[in-house]
């Protein structure tokens, strides 16, 4: 067991931290595409939803189909994952579409008929839509479709106050320097949640027409492989070969926004020969590596609260990191609600965890060793003979896996309230089952039931989501709040329609220029 993160939990006696998961915040992003019949929707954003542009809970994503449903930053676990359920629930009655559960989307046979999402004729809306277009020029819209949940988590500034006086350091310094250090251990152990909570082995054909890889044919209309976890986090997902050299390492703060800027403001060769317009019309934002921070693709981010029209980057910059957006989720296709309450206080407690281990510095050897760990655990994460590389050498997954949950065992101590210490034992059995059976990974099970049952991923998915639907909607939840919230944003939004404005050449121009 590691030295560093047993002294460093007895060092949180002397600061008086007993209870992490109260000092800590947290909030959700869900994402699902809107569904009949195993089609993508191509009706427009439902009007009872709100605004998607002014909406601050029901938004969209790339496609206007693409549904995303956010939190409050909330200090209470529980409430956070009851807020996300009422969202859900509130949507759910508000259409006669289904919620397709799973991160991976049903058959599309011709992806340009994905409706790209739409945020109206304002400079802001126009800029929202262009980024996305420029998304599909880049990558596909096939690949924009995938969903899955995203968790922002933030520790309270009461838990670094004594720790930073203590360490002699300012409390901005502090924490920028110790959220980097999460964000290393979050990368250099990610696997551990792909393989843990991956819920996307198998793809339907068409998701792959025209796409390099060695997925197997499972029936007529699906591949796979039979012992991938999360392809959704593979290269037929969210993983960009255009960035596949940026290598960022997070090593501090400065360094990490040094990386980040050079993506925003170095031109990709290709993209340079697409351009920004195809006759008058614009294609994408510009020719960089990525059009905005947004574009960067990785497990974790550190990020804080922007301002309209702020830069995140120059938020970093100015004020420090906030909190840290971990993206390697994919929804529980079993849970009606994408993620569950053991799933939320392991992936904290996982946090809290990547935050007291020992940390170094991530050279671009051991970088290269986390992006290939990262990808053979997606495309073969339950072989039971797969092994690992780490800076101090191999490993296997199984062990591996099982001395961080062992590890992690320890936190019990720091988690004050009786009722998240339960969920916490409980979750931690339920993980370390799932390392001794892989059978018992959704991965797993998802692969077990489809091949059992005859079905293709789109009539078992489809099925699912019919079911999940007919549960919610027998609860009778109050979400007034959220219809109030919904007429608000589209009053918001005519008010932004009616604005004057700048010509949208200049607003783009000097959006894009206003990196520092």
């Known amino acids: 067991m ?159 106050q004594e720790w930073a006086k203590r360490e002699g350091q300012t409390l901005r310094d502090f924490k920028d320097k110790k959220y980097l250090s999460l964000v290393r251990n979050f990368r250099r152990n990610a696997w551990l949640i792909t393989y843990l909570f991956g819920c996307s082995p198998i793809v339907p054909k068409a998701f792959a027409t025209e796409r390099e890889h060695n997925l197997k044919e499972l029936n007529s209309k699906d591949l796979y492989l039979e012992n991938a976890t999360c392809l ?42 697409l351009g920004t ?22 497990s974790i981010r550190p990020k804080r609260i922007v301002g309209s029209g702020e830069r995140p980057i120059n938020a970093l910059r100015e004020k420090g990191i906030e909190y840290v957006e971990i993206r390697a989720l ?6 009606p609600y994408g993620i569950s309450d053991e799933t939320a206080i392991f992936l904290e407690s996982f946090l ?32 039971k003979n797969l092994k690992l590389d780490f800076k101090d050498g191999s490993a296997f997954l199984r062990d591996q ?35 001794n059976n892989s059978d018992k990974t959704p991965s797993g099970k998802l692969l077990e039931e489809i091949t059992s049952s005859g079905m293709t991923w789109d009539e078992y998915t489809d099925q699912l989501a019919k079911n999940h639907k007919e549960e919610i909607l027998k609860l009778n939840r109050e979400v007034g709040y959220l219809e109030k919230q919904a007429r608000d944003s589209l009053e918001e939004y005519r008010r932004k329609e009616s604005e004057e404005e700048k010509d949208f050449d200049s607003f783009l121009a000097e959006y894009l220029s206003a990196i520092e």
Not at 361 to 383: A, H
Not at 412 to 431: D, H, M, P, V, W
């Open 2 to 160: 590691s030295n560093e993160f047993l002294n460093s939990l007895e060092n949180l006696d002397l600061l008086n931290v007993s209870d992490f998961i109260k000092l800590s915040r947290r909030g959700i992003e869900k994402e699902n595409l809107r569904s009949s019949n195993c089609s993508i929707s191509m009706d427009p954003h439902p009007k009872a939803y709100g605004s998607s542009l002014t909406n601050s809970r029901i938004t969209t994503d790339f496609s206007e189909a693409l549904i995303e449903l956010v939190t409050s930053p909330n200090g209470d676990l529980n409430s956070c994952l009851r807020e996300l359920e009422d969202i859900v629930y509130f949507c759910l009655k508000n259409t006669n579409e289904d919620f397709w559960p799973a991160s991976i989307p049903m058959s599309i046979e011709d992806e340009s008929e994905i409706p790209i999402a739409d945020y109206g004729q304002s400079n802001s809306g126009k800029l929202k839509k262009l980024y996305r277009i420029g998304l599909s020029q880049r990558y596909g819209s096939m690949m924009q479709t995938v969903s899955g949940i995203h968790y922002n988590f933030s520790f309270d500034d009461h838990l670094f």
């Open 352 to 383: 809290f965890y990547c935050l007291l281990s020992e940390d170094q510095p991530c050279e671009q050897d051991e970088i290269k060793k986390i992006q290939s760990n990262w990808g053979n655990v997606v495309l073969f994460g339950r072989d």
């Open 401 to 435: 896996a099982a001395r961080i949950i062992n590890e992690m065992a320890n936190l019990e101590t720091r988690i004050g309230n009786q009722e998240y210490k339960a969920i916490f034992k409980r979750s931690l059995e339920t993980q370390q089952n799932k390392v």
């Open 232 to 273: 959704r986090m593979g290269e037929l997902g969210y993983i960009s070969k255009s960035q596949d050299n940026l290598n960022i390492a997070y090593n501090n703060l400065s360094e990490y926004l040094a990386d980040l800027k050079k993506a925003l403001t170095t031109d990709h060769p290709r993209y340079k020969a």
């Open 330 to 335: 994919d929804n529980n296709i079993y849970d």
């Open 277 to 298: 317009k195809d006759d008058e019309e614009y294609i994408q934002l510009n020719t960089a590596i990525i059009q905005i921070e947004n574009e960067y693709y990785s």
